[in-house]
């Protein structure tokens, strides 16, 4: 994965690293969903708090199971997804789309807006 921060997550936590030929099926066989798009942990500093909170953000909601995008399947996931900044998490609910979260935020900020962005309707997404 190529970051030890990002390495713990699938070693210690079997967070599974999914490619866009894997990403279907993974989402499929989970009814909640929060995909964490890394981008260049060497450029984008934010991804290893990411890598750090995201354990602690499946603690506090159980119900979501947990990946990493591969780096070289992000940009295409990226631009399916329309988000813009990294490093992001992407919530979804039997492989439709939610919702997103950029960059690291305030713990407070997480336990307000995952309860929301879980409550919504699938919203359309790029084919």
């Known amino acids: 994965m190529s970051h030890p921060l990002l390495d713990r997550l699938h070693n210690e936590f079997n967070y599974p690293l999914l490619t866009t030929d894997s990403l279907d099926e993974f989402t499929q066989q989970n009814t909640l969903t929060v995909l964490f798009f890394t981008g260049d942990p060497i450029r984008q500093k934010e991804t290893a708090d990411v890598a750090v909170v995201l354990p602690e953000i499946i ?41 997103s979260i950029t960059k690291i935020r305030d713990w407070s900020e997480y336990l307000d807006e995952i309860p929301k962005i879980l409550s919504r309707t699938p919203q359309p997404i790029a084919s």
Do not use: H, T
């Not at 992000?74 to 990294?86: A, R, S, T």
């Open 59 to 99: 603690g506090q909601f159980p119900q979501l199971s947990a990946a990493v995008i591969d780096r070289g399947s992000e940009l295409e996931l990226q631009k399916k997804y329309n988000f813009l900044v990294w490093p992001a998490l992407v919530f979804l609910r039997e492989g439709e789309f939610l919702g």
